[in-house]
Protein backbone atom coordinates (compact mmCIF):
# COMPACT_ATOMS: atom_id res chain seq x y z
CA UNK A 1 0.00 0.00 0.00
CA UNK A 2 3.00 2.37 0.71
CA UNK A 3 4.60 1.98 -2.45
CA UNK A 4 1.15 2.35 -4.02
CA UNK A 5 0.43 5.87 -2.33
CA UNK A 6 3.83 6.73 -3.23
CA UNK A 7 3.24 6.64 -6.87
CA UNK A 8 6.09 3.74 -7.41
CA UNK A 9 4.04 0.15 -8.93
CA UNK A 10 3.53 -1.92 -5.83
CA UNK A 11 5.39 -5.44 -6.15
CA UNK A 12 3.40 -8.38 -8.24
CA UNK A 13 1.10 -10.44 -5.23
CA UNK A 14 2.86 -13.43 -5.57
CA UNK A 15 6.36 -11.76 -5.30
CA UNK A 16 4.67 -12.70 -1.29
CA UNK A 17 3.48 -16.44 -2.44
CA UNK A 18 6.92 -17.86 -1.15
CA UNK A 19 7.05 -16.27 2.35
CA UNK A 20 3.15 -16.66 2.65
CA UNK A 21 3.43 -20.73 2.04
CA UNK A 22 6.08 -20.15 4.80
CA UNK A 23 4.04 -18.83 7.33
CA UNK A 24 1.12 -20.75 6.34
CA UNK A 25 -1.06 -17.75 4.88
CA UNK A 26 -2.11 -19.61 1.59
CA UNK A 27 -5.18 -21.40 2.67
CA UNK A 28 -8.59 -20.28 2.33
CA UNK A 29 -10.00 -18.48 5.12
CA UNK A 30 -13.99 -17.45 5.63
CA UNK A 31 -13.82 -14.11 5.17
CA UNK A 32 -11.17 -10.83 5.39
CA UNK A 33 -11.39 -7.26 6.23
CA UNK A 34 -8.71 -4.88 6.07
CA UNK A 35 -8.72 -1.73 8.57
CA UNK A 36 -6.72 1.41 8.21
CA UNK A 37 -6.91 3.95 11.35
CA UNK A 38 -5.47 7.14 11.29
CA UNK A 39 -5.27 8.63 15.49
CA UNK A 40 -8.20 6.40 16.00
CA UNK A 41 -10.39 7.45 13.18
CA UNK A 42 -11.55 4.84 10.02
CA UNK A 43 -9.96 5.80 6.98
CA UNK A 44 -10.04 2.51 5.04
CA UNK A 45 -11.99 -0.46 5.43
CA UNK A 46 -12.19 -3.24 2.50
CA UNK A 47 -13.10 -6.83 3.02
CA UNK A 48 -14.76 -10.10 1.38
CA UNK A 49 -16.93 -12.59 2.69
CA UNK A 50 -16.68 -15.31 0.64
CA UNK A 51 -12.76 -15.16 -1.07
CA UNK A 52 -12.17 -17.78 -3.72
CA UNK A 53 -8.42 -17.29 -3.26
CA UNK A 54 -5.76 -17.45 -0.31
CA UNK A 55 -5.27 -15.21 2.27
CA UNK A 56 -2.32 -13.07 1.03
CA UNK A 57 -3.38 -12.55 -1.90
CA UNK A 58 -7.23 -11.29 0.20
CA UNK A 59 -4.92 -9.24 2.19
CA UNK A 60 -3.18 -7.91 -0.81
CA UNK A 61 -6.35 -6.55 -2.82
CA UNK A 62 -8.55 -5.55 -0.60
CA UNK A 63 -5.21 -3.79 1.83
CA UNK A 64 -4.90 -1.72 -1.86
CA UNK A 65 -8.98 -1.62 -1.91
CA UNK A 66 -8.84 0.20 1.64
CA UNK A 67 -7.00 2.94 0.25
CA UNK A 68 -9.53 4.06 -2.08
CA UNK A 69 -12.88 3.47 0.00
CA UNK A 70 -15.20 5.36 -1.20
CA UNK A 71 -16.57 6.90 2.23
CA UNK A 72 -12.93 8.39 2.13
CA UNK A 73 -13.44 10.34 -1.84
CA UNK A 74 -12.72 13.99 -0.33
CA UNK A 75 -9.78 13.45 1.73
CA UNK A 76 -7.33 9.96 0.54
CA UNK A 77 -5.09 8.78 2.78
CA UNK A 78 -1.32 10.45 1.93
CA UNK A 79 1.52 8.62 1.63
CA UNK A 80 2.84 10.55 4.73
CA UNK A 81 -0.34 9.79 6.57
CA UNK A 82 0.25 6.36 5.74
CA UNK A 83 3.52 6.09 7.18
CA UNK A 84 3.42 7.88 9.64
CA UNK A 85 0.01 7.65 11.56
CA UNK A 86 -1.74 4.82 9.70
CA UNK A 87 -2.58 1.66 12.21
CA UNK A 88 -3.60 -1.58 9.82
CA UNK A 89 -5.64 -4.34 11.15
CA UNK A 90 -6.81 -7.11 9.57
CA UNK A 91 -9.80 -9.13 10.42
CA UNK A 92 -10.18 -13.02 9.85
CA UNK A 93 -13.76 -14.03 9.49
CA UNK A 94 -15.86 -17.47 10.19
CA UNK A 95 -18.23 -17.86 7.36
CA UNK A 96 -21.46 -16.71 8.77
CA UNK A 97 -24.37 -17.79 10.10
CA UNK A 98 -28.33 -16.87 9.66
CA UNK A 99 -29.80 -16.26 12.66
CA UNK A 100 -33.27 -15.34 13.10
CA UNK A 101 -33.52 -12.56 16.23
CA UNK A 102 -30.98 -10.45 15.95
CA UNK A 103 -31.67 -8.93 19.63
CA UNK A 104 -31.47 -12.28 21.12
CA UNK A 105 -28.56 -13.98 19.26
CA UNK A 106 -25.51 -11.04 18.62
CA UNK A 107 -23.73 -11.00 21.51
CA UNK A 108 -22.17 -7.29 21.50
CA UNK A 109 -18.15 -7.72 20.47
CA UNK A 110 -18.28 -10.94 20.10
CA UNK A 111 -20.63 -11.39 16.34
CA UNK A 112 -20.21 -9.00 13.99
CA UNK A 113 -23.04 -8.50 11.88
CA UNK A 114 -24.83 -8.68 8.51
CA UNK A 115 -27.88 -7.48 7.15
CA UNK A 116 -29.23 -7.34 3.85
CA UNK A 117 -32.61 -6.53 1.97
CA UNK A 118 -32.81 -6.75 -1.35
CA UNK A 119 -30.00 -4.84 -3.24
CA UNK A 120 -29.33 -2.98 0.47
CA UNK A 121 -26.61 -4.84 2.80
CA UNK A 122 -23.74 -3.72 5.34
CA UNK A 123 -22.12 -5.04 7.83
CA UNK A 124 -20.37 -4.18 11.20
CA UNK A 125 -17.25 -5.74 12.20
CA UNK A 126 -17.60 -7.74 15.99
CA UNK A 127 -15.37 -4.45 17.20
CA UNK A 128 -17.64 -1.63 15.80
CA UNK A 129 -20.10 -2.50 18.94
CA UNK A 130 -17.42 -1.76 21.57
CA UNK A 131 -15.40 1.15 19.62
CA UNK A 132 -18.68 3.04 19.62
CA UNK A 133 -19.93 1.55 23.19
CA UNK A 134 -23.46 0.43 21.40
CA UNK A 135 -25.72 -2.23 22.85
CA UNK A 136 -27.47 -4.92 21.00
CA UNK A 137 -30.29 -2.67 19.28
CA UNK A 138 -28.20 0.35 18.58
CA UNK A 139 -25.75 -2.24 16.86
CA UNK A 140 -28.16 -4.11 15.09
CA UNK A 141 -30.59 -1.17 14.13
CA UNK A 142 -27.52 1.11 13.10
CA UNK A 143 -26.29 -1.37 10.69
CA UNK A 144 -29.56 -1.85 9.17
CA UNK A 145 -30.40 1.23 8.48
CA UNK A 146 -27.38 3.81 8.42
CA UNK A 147 -24.82 1.29 6.76
CA UNK A 148 -27.49 -1.02 4.85
CA UNK A 149 -29.75 2.12 4.18
CA UNK A 150 -32.78 -0.11 4.81
CA UNK A 151 -35.98 2.04 5.59
CA UNK A 152 -38.43 0.96 8.50
CA UNK A 153 -38.84 -0.84 11.07
CA UNK A 154 -35.87 -3.21 10.29
CA UNK A 155 -36.37 -5.18 14.11
CA UNK A 156 -39.96 -6.81 12.31
CA UNK A 157 -39.09 -6.84 9.08
CA UNK A 158 -39.58 -10.59 7.89
CA UNK A 159 -37.96 -9.71 4.39
CA UNK A 160 -34.53 -9.20 6.20
CA UNK A 161 -32.14 -11.50 5.81
CA UNK A 162 -29.52 -11.26 9.30
CA UNK A 163 -26.11 -13.45 9.66
CA UNK A 164 -23.68 -13.23 12.11
CA UNK A 165 -19.93 -14.18 12.66
CA UNK A 166 -16.95 -14.21 14.69
CA UNK A 167 -13.25 -12.34 14.19
CA UNK A 168 -10.12 -12.74 14.76
CA UNK A 169 -8.32 -9.30 15.05
CA UNK A 170 -4.51 -9.01 14.16
CA UNK A 171 -2.96 -5.64 14.29
CA UNK A 172 0.13 -3.86 13.44
CA UNK A 173 0.15 -1.97 16.92
CA UNK A 174 -0.73 -5.15 19.08
CA UNK A 175 2.44 -7.00 16.93
CA UNK A 176 4.71 -3.97 17.26
CA UNK A 177 3.90 -4.29 20.64
CA UNK A 178 3.98 -7.82 21.22
CA UNK A 179 7.53 -8.13 19.40
CA UNK A 180 9.30 -5.44 22.16
CA UNK A 181 8.63 -7.63 24.72
CA UNK A 182 10.71 -10.50 25.54
CA UNK A 183 9.39 -13.57 26.62
CA UNK A 184 11.19 -15.59 29.58
CA UNK A 185 10.26 -19.08 30.81
CA UNK A 186 6.85 -19.15 32.26
CA UNK A 187 6.02 -15.78 31.47
CA UNK A 188 2.84 -14.38 29.71
CA UNK A 189 3.34 -11.91 26.45
CA UNK A 190 0.92 -9.52 27.33
CA UNK A 191 1.05 -5.55 26.89
CA UNK A 192 -1.69 -2.95 27.15
CA UNK A 193 -1.42 -1.54 23.58
Not at 158 to 173: L, N
Not at 175 to 189: F, H, Y
Amino acid sequence: AQCALDGERPPPVDYFAAEARELRLDGQIGGCFVTYKSHGLLRGCIGIFTPQEPLYRVVYSRGLASLEDSRFEWERITATEFRNDVDISISLLTVPVRIRDPLKEVLVGVHGISVSKGYHRGTYLPQVAIENNWDATTFVTHCAKRKAGIPGDVLNDPQIKWETYTATVVSEKEIDCALALPLRRGQLNTCSC
